[in-house]
C-alpha cells in the first residue's frame, strides 16, 4: 500500500504563465511518452512479477516515485493556466486580431477542468492504458521501460529546448536527470539478469524448435535485390551465437486459398463456388522450398 | 511504393480448425505485441528518418517483410475457422451441453467478418495507431523496436505451446525466428550507431543542463528506509560516466499552492477564496533543498 | 510525492484459482467502476484543486488509499490465474469436450502478461482515461465521486455474489466497507460545501440569466401528452428556491436552416442552392414564443 | 419508437459566426459532459430498467429531449461556421500575419464535415459511449446522472462566460435552465426512491456481510500520521447508521509472493525459481490483523 | 425535436433466453454496423445537409426510425439475460463441468449493467462516434448509408441464422425487411441526385485539375507485371466519360530525402548529418516522368 | 509477401514548408478518410475473400498502391514540417504578438515525431482500425470501398483548395485522380458482381424470410404525420423487385416490460418488485397488429 506527505519531489515554478506551454506539458503527463504510462507500467510489471523478489521491489519503488512526477507536471499546467483568458472578449485584450492565446489553448483546459491538468496528450487524446507493456517476462519488460524513458527523456528534452521560462526549464532539468537514471536503471537490471545471456528473449524457448536457417539472417525486400549493409548484415551476432547474413526474401508458400463462403454464412451467392479454380477444399498448400535459399 | 506477388513468405498449414485457436492468433495480429503495429511502427519511423539514409532503408525494408507477416496470420485465423459453428444448434451437435466451441469463439468471426481475421487482438479489441513509436530519435526507437520484437517473441512462443496442431507449431517456429533476427537487427543497430556513447538519448541534449546530482541516484521510496540493491544501486553505471547510488527520496518542494479559482471560471463560490490559509496568490514556494540531500 | 512499504492494505487469499473470476475481477482494475479510476479521478481532483486547502488534503489521502486496492485487485487476479491451463491440451484433461476453462479465460492473461493483471476491463477493454472526472468545481466533482462509489460497490457486490472463494469473499467483503465509507465520505463533503446552497452547480453563475421559467419544469415529450409523475412534477425544488411544474415540451423554435454549400467547400454541386426554398442566407429564425408557454 | 417534427425546441440565433466557439461548443455535443452521452444514458437506464415503470417512463422522456439539444448544439456548431475561411489565403485576409481564424478552427470542421458539427468533443475526440453509465442500479445511476448535469451545467456556463454573441447566450441560458432542471429531477427521484434509505447503493447487499470496522472510518495515508478532518471524520454519517471516525491506514497484509513462472509461460529462465526465497506455492499469507486497530 | 410514445416499433419476444445470444445481438447495438451507427450517423448527416431541404428531411426521418432498433434490440438483449447465472454455482447446476453458460456471456451483461444491454459491440468494445460518417458531401454520404445498411443486413441475417428462439427470428425477419428498404433508400436518392451525375464524388471540383491520365487506370502493382482483369481494367467507365485501362504502376518520384535533424530537435548527434550523402537541403526531387507511361 | 523500391509513386515537392498544412495533411494519412484505412481495409478483404480469386487479386493489387500513398503523404508532412519553430522563441520571431504558428501546429509534432508524420487524423486521434470494413460479403465490402474512396476524395478536394503550394498542389492533383478512378474501379466490381442481381446484400438470404410488407415501405415518424418524398417514396424499386411506398411508421408492439431485478443482482430493494403494475413475469407481449397497416 502507499503513503503521501503531500509534497512535491522537487519544486515546481511558473514565473510567466503559458497556456500553450501547459499544452505541451500535457503530453508529459497523458501521452504515450508520459507520466501517467510509465508508473502504470512499473506498478503492473511489479504486482505480475515472478520470480526473484527484488525485481518487484525494484519495480514497485520506482513506480512510486513516477506518481510524483504526475503530481509535478499536474501542479506545472495548473500554474501555467493561471491568468488564462476565458473568453474570446478576454483574448482580444492582448491581440486586436485576436487569437494569439486561446487558438494556442486547450479548449478543455477552460471548459473541462477550470483551468486545471487533464489526464490526456497534448492532443486531448485520454491516456489509454494499453499502453502499459507487462508481459510477464521481466526482459522484455526492461526494454520496455527502456524505451519508455529513452522517448520520455526526448520529450522532456523537446519541453526544456521549447520554453524559456526558468522554472520551468529548472523543473525539466531535473526530470532529465531522473530519466537519465531511469535509462541506466533498465539497462542495468538487463544486466543484472544476464546481459547478452538473456537474449532471445524469452530464454526459456528451446532453440532448436526454431527454423533456425533464418534466425541471423536479416531478409532483403527491395525489387532491385539490393540489401542495406550495417552491422545487421555480417559479424557476430549480438548474442554470440552464430553470425549474421543477408538473404533475399523469397516466397517460400503459394498463394493462399479460403474455402467458398458457405451458404449460411452472409455472403453473396457469387462467394459460395470458386468459379474457375475448381471447388477444393479450402487450404493453403505449399512445401517449404528450403532449397530455395540454399 | 511497394509490391506483392500475392504469395505466402512461408507455408500456412492447419491441419484441425480450431476457432479457438482462431481468436488467440488475433493478438498476434491485432494486439500491441502484433505485427500490424511493428509493420507500421518501422514504416512510419523509415518515412521519418533524418540522418544517415542507410537507417531509412533498412527500417523500410524490415517493414516490407512485416507487412508479409500480417498476411500469413490473417489466413491462419481464416483456416481455423473453416468448419466454426454458425449456430448455437450446429455447437449442441459437438457437445450436448452446449458451448465448447462457441463459447471460445470471437463472435466477430461469425458476426462481421464472415469467418475471417480482424485488425483487432484476442479480446476483439481494435488495433489503434498510437502504439505506432516513431520518435524522431533513432536509438530511441531502437529501443522500441527491441521491444516489440521481445514481447512479440514472447507471444509468438505462448501461441506455439498453446496449439498442437502441426501446421501452426511449424508457422509459429518461422515466425519465433525472424524475432530472434529482428531482436538481433535492432541492437545490431543501436551499436552501429555507437552502442553506450548512444547514452542518455537523446545524446544531443547537453548533460551539463540536467540536474545532474540525480542522474545515476536509485531513489528509495520505502517507508522504512530501505532501498532494493542490485546492479542498479552501485559499481559503474551502463554508460560508464559515473557510479550508480542508491538515495532516500525526499520532498524538495513544499505542498503546491493554486490560486483560488476564478469567478467566472464555473467553480462553486467556496473555492473562490483560501478560507483558512491566506489570500496570497497562486504559486508553488520552495527553495531547491540541496543540503537536504548532502 | 508517495511512498510505499510493498505490503497489502488487507490480505489477499484464493484458496481455489479460478481463471475466469481473474477475468470477471478485471472490471475492478481497469473497467469504469473500477480503482485505477478512482484513484487517478480523486488524484487529478487534488492536483487541479482550487480553494480551501483541505479538500486537496482530503482527495489526495483518498486517492492514495485507492492505490492500494489496485494493489490488491492485481494480486488476486494473479493468484486466481495458478494453475491455469497454458495449451488447449491441459484444457482438454479437466474436461473431455474441452472448453470449460479456456472459453471463460481472458486469453491475453496467458499470452500478454503472464498469468497477471491487465489494466483492463472484464472484456480486456484497456482503462481509458477520459473517465477521470475532475472538473474544477468541487461539489460536481463530489458527485462524480459518490457515483463512483455507488457503481463501484455495485460492481463489489456482484463479484462477492459471483464467487465462493472465501478467501476473495474476505477481500472483497473488505473492499465494500471502504466503498460504503467512500460514498459516506463524498456526500459528507457535500455537505461541509453547503449542502442544498451548492445547488444548483455550478453556484456561481447568477440564476437570473438563465431562462428561469425551463429552470424548474420537468418537460413531457410523450406523443399522447401523458407526463411520468412523481417528486419531480410537484412539490419543493430540492434546493428550497421553487416547486417543481410538469410541462408538455413544445417546439419554440423552427426548422433550422443553413446556407448552401458553398462551391469551394467539397460538397456536391446540387448542395450550391437550395431548389424550392429560396436563396436565402443560412440562419436559424423564430422569436421565443413565450406566450406559448404562459 | 419515436417521431420529430424537425424543430428546433428553442430557438437557435448566431449573430457573428465564429469558428473558434463552433470548436468549443464541441465539448457539449460529443464531450464526457455532453449531450449525447447524456442522451445515451438516460436512454439506456430506460431500456434496462428493472422494477416500477414510472422510472423508466421518466427515464426515457427526459433521454428524448436530450436528444433535442444535440440537434440544437449541432445547428449552432454549423452556423457558427457559416464564413469560415476554407484556405490559408482567406485566413491571411483577415491577418495579415496569419493564423488568427484558421488556427483556432477545429480543421475536421473543414476536412471532414464541409463546415458542420461532429460526434467529437472540443479536441476532436469522438464520443466513446463506455460514459453511458447505466449500472442496472437505479439509485446509482441518478447520481450518475446528477453528475451529468452537474459537469454539463459547469460546461455551460463556462461557454456562456466565453461567448460575447447574443443567440448564442440565449441559447445557452436556455440549457442552462434545462440543466438547473436536471439537477434537481435526478435528486428528486433519489428522494422518491428513499433518500438516505438508499444507501449504501446497493442497499439489496446485508451490511453484515461487509467489514463492518471499516464502514465508516476515513482513512489517514500520510506519512506524518495527520489526518485531513472534516465533516468526514467525525459526527454522524449520512445515512444516520454510525459515527464518522478518523484512522491511520495500515497494512493488514504482507507482502504478496506469486508462485514462480511456469517453464512453459515465456518467461525468463530466471524467472522459474525464487533464488533467495525458496521454492514455496505462490500464495499471500497473511491473519487479518484486527488488533493493528484496536 | 423529437418525442416517444413508449411503445416498440414491432414486439421483442424471446421464448428461451440465452445470454450468449444476448452477447451477440450486442453487435447489432453497438457494432460499427450496428444501430447506434446509423442512427447517429443519419442524426448528424441531417443537422449539417445544406442544400435542398428534403434530404435533410429524409434523413431526420429514417433517423428517428433507427432509435427506435436500438429500444427493440435493447429489449431483445435483457429477455435473453432473464434467468442468466449470476455465479459459478449456479452455472455449475447447468452442466457439471461447468463454464457451459457463464463462458459465453459477456461478463458486464451481470456485472456492470445488472442484465441489461451496453452501447457496446459482442466483444465489449464501446461504441465510438467516429463511425458516424457525415462528410457535409450528399452522395458519398448516401454511399455510406448503403454501406451501413449492408453490413447491417449481413449482420442481421447471420444473427438470424445463429438462434433458434422463433421470437428473435420474428424480430429480426423484421429488421432485415428495414435494411432492405433501407438499402434501396439510399441508392434512390443516389438516382434522385443525379445518379451517375453525382460521379466522381465531390462533382464540385473541375476534373481538369485532376492528373487525369490516371483517371481511370487500373495500377497493377504484381511484382511478374500481372494485373487482374475484371469490368475495372476494359470497357466504359462507370461515369461514362472515359475508357478503363489497365497500366502497370511504377515511380514516378525518387527516394525521398528530408533534411537531417535539427541540433536542438532531440534527435540522436548522429542524425544532424547525411554522412555518405552529402548535405544537401531537406527536399525530394524528382520531375514528373510523364514520358514513361507513354 | 511484399516488396519495394524505396521510391515514391509520385514526386512530392513542398516549395514553402507550412506546420499547419501538416497538420491538414495528416488527416488524410490517419483520419477515418484517409489512407491506412483504405489500404488496410483493401488488404484484410483480400486476405478474407472467399469465393473467386479474382476479387481477392484486385483487391491485394490495389492495397499495394495505397501503401505507397501513405508514404507519399508522410513525405510531404515532413517536408512541410521543415523549419517550423521549436519554440515560443522562434514562433515570436514571426509575429511580435505570438501565435501565428506555433497555434497552427500539432504540437506532437514537434514533441513526439521530431517533425515528421503521426499515425493520427488532423486533430492527433491516432488512427483505429475498427474502420477497416471487411465483412466477409463482397457486395458489402465494396461499397464501403466506394464510400472511402468517395470521403478520400472529398478530403483531397478540400486540402487542395485549402493549400496554394503549387508542389502540394500538385500531389494532391494526382491523389484526386487515383480517388476518381478508386470509384469507378468498386462500381465496376459491383457490376462485375451482377448489379443490381447483388440486392438486396447480402443476396444469399430468402427475402421470403423477411417480412416483406415493410421491405420497401419508407416509414414517416413525423408528429404531423407527413413522410418527405422523393424517389423513394413511389415508381420502381432499385432492385426492380417491388415499387416503393410511403407509410406512416406506427408502433406494432407494446410497452417493454422487464421482470423485476433479481435479490442478488446489486440492485435497489426497490427494484426487486413492479410496484403498482403486478408482479408478473418479465416478458414483452404483443402481437404483431398487421391489420394496423392494412
Redesign the interface.
Known amino acids: 500500500?502507499?503513503?503521501?506527505?503531500?509534497?512535491?519531489?522537487?519544486?515546481?515554478?511558473?514565473e510567466k504563465p503559458?497556456p500553450?506551454?501547459a499544452?505541451?506539458l500535457q503530453?508529459a503527463i497523458?501521452?504515450?511518452?508520459g507520466e501517467?504510462r510509465v508508473c502504470?507500467q512499473y506498478?503492473?510489471q511489479a504486482?505480475?512479477?515472478?520470480?526473484?523478489?527484488?525485481y518487484r521491489?525494484?519495480l514497485?519503488?520506482?513506480a512510486?516515485?513516477e506518481?510524483?512526477h504526475?503530481?509535478?507536471l499536474?501542479?506545472a499546467v495548473?500554474?501555467n493556466l493561471?491568468n488564462a483568458p476565458?473568453?474570446?472578449?478576454e483574448d482580444m485584450a492582448?491581440?486586436p486580431?485576436?487569437?494569439?492565446?486561446?487558438?494556442?489553448t486547450?479548449?478543455?483546459h477552460?471548459?473541462?477542468?477550470?483551468?486545471?491538468?487533464?489526464?490526456?496528450?497534448?492532443?486531448?487524446?485520454?491516456?489509454?492504458?494499453?499502453?502499459?507493456?507487462?508481459?510477464?517476462?521481466?526482459?522484455?519488460d526492461m526494454?520496455?521501460n527502456?524505451?519508455a524513458e529513452?522517448?520520455g527523456?526526448?520529450?522532456a528534452?523537446?519541453?526544456?529546448?521549447?520554453?524559456?521560462d526558468p522554472g520551468m526549464k529548472?523543473m525539466l532539468?531535473?526530470l532529465?536527470?531522473?530519466?537519465?537514471?531511469h535509462?541506466?536503471?533498465w539497462?542495468?537490471?538487463i544486466?543484472?539478469?544476464?546481459g547478452e545471456a538473456?537474449?532471445?528473449?524469452?530464454?526459456?524457448?528451446p532453440?532448436e524448435?526454431?527454423?533456425?536457417?533464418?534466425?541471423?539472417?536479416?531478409?532483403?525486400?527491395?525489387?532491385?535485390g539490393s540489401?542495406?549493409?550495417?552491422?545487421?548484415t555480417s559479424g557476430p551476432?549480438?548474442?554470440g551465437k552464430s553470425e549474421?547474413q543477408a538473404m533475399p526474401?523469397k516466397?517460400?508458400?503459394?498463394?493462399?486459398?479460403?474455402?467458398?463462403?458457405?451458404?449460411?454464412?452472409?455472403?453473396?451467392?457469387?462467394?459460395?463456388?470458386?468459379?474457375?479454380?475448381g471447388g477444393m477444399m479450402?487450404?493453403?498448400?505449399?512445401?517449404?522450398e528450403r532449397n530455395l535459399l540454399s
Do not use: C
Open positions: 500500500m502507499f503513503y503521501t506527505d503531500g509534497k512535491l519531489q522537487f519544486p515546481v515554478r511558473v503559458n500553450a506551454f499544452r505541451a503530453q497523458g501521452g504515450v511518452e501517467i502504470l506498478m503492473f504486482f505480475g512479477a515472478r520470480g526473484p523478489a527484488k521491489d525494484m514497485l519503488n520506482t512510486t516515485e506518481l510524483g504526475i503530481e509535478m499536474s501542479t495548473a500554474l493561471e476565458l473568453s474570446f472578449k492582448a491581440d486580431v485576436g487569437g494569439a492565446v486561446l487558438n494556442g486547450d479548449f478543455r477552460i471548459l473541462s477542468t477550470g483551468l486545471a491538468a487533464l489526464p490526456s496528450d497534448a492532443n486531448g487524446v485520454p491516456f489509454d492504458a494499453s499502453h502499459v507493456y507487462a508481459s510477464g517476462n521481466l526482459a522484455a526494454y520496455a527502456v524505451t529513452s522517448s527523456r526526448v520529450l528534452v523537446r519541453l526544456y529546448n521549447m520554453t524559456d529548472e532539468s531535473f532529465i536527470a531522473r530519466d537519465t537514471m535509462q541506466q536503471q539497462l542495468a537490471a544486466e543484472d539478469m544476464g538473456s537474449l532471445p528473449i524469452p530464454n526459456s524457448f532453440q524448435q526454431e527454423q533456425q536457417q533464418f534466425s541471423y539472417a536479416y531478409f532483403g525486400h527491395m525489387t532491385d540489401i542495406p549493409e550495417g552491422r545487421w551476432t549480438m548474442d549474421f526474401s516466397p517460400m508458400g503459394d498463394k493462399p486459398t479460403l474455402a467458398p463462403a458457405r451458404p449460411d454464412s452472409g455472403a453473396q451467392v457469387e462467394q459460395t463456388s470458386r468459379s474457375g479454380t479450402g487450404r493453403v498448400e505449399g512445401a517449404i
